[in-house]
C-alpha cells in the first residue's frame, strides 16, 4: 500500500530490529538479543511508539 492511500487512522507498527553478535556464539537467543529487545522496547515507549515488533537477525 502506497503512502498515499494509506489511512490516516491506519494505525502504524515500529520495526525493532535486534542482531546476533557472530561472536556470541549461542544457538538460543542471547543475552545480547534479550538486552537489545529492552533497550529497543525503552526507546520506543519512551518516544511515543507503542506498537511494535521484534525482528531478530541471528
Given at each position: ?26 544457538e538460543n537467543e542471547s543475552i545480547s538479543i ?25
Amino acid at each position: 500500500m502506497s503512502r498515499k492511500n494509506q489511512s490516516k487512522s491506519e494505525p502504524k507498527i515500529a520495526a525493532l530490529y535486534c542482531r546476533l553478535s557472530l561472536e556470541d556464539g549461542r544457538e538460543n537467543e542471547s543475552i545480547s538479543i534479550s538486552n537489545q529487545k529492552l533497550l529497543l522496547k525503552d526507546y520506543a515507549e519512551k518516544h511515543g511508539m507503542f506498537q511494535y515488533e521484534y525482528y531478530v537477525d541471528m
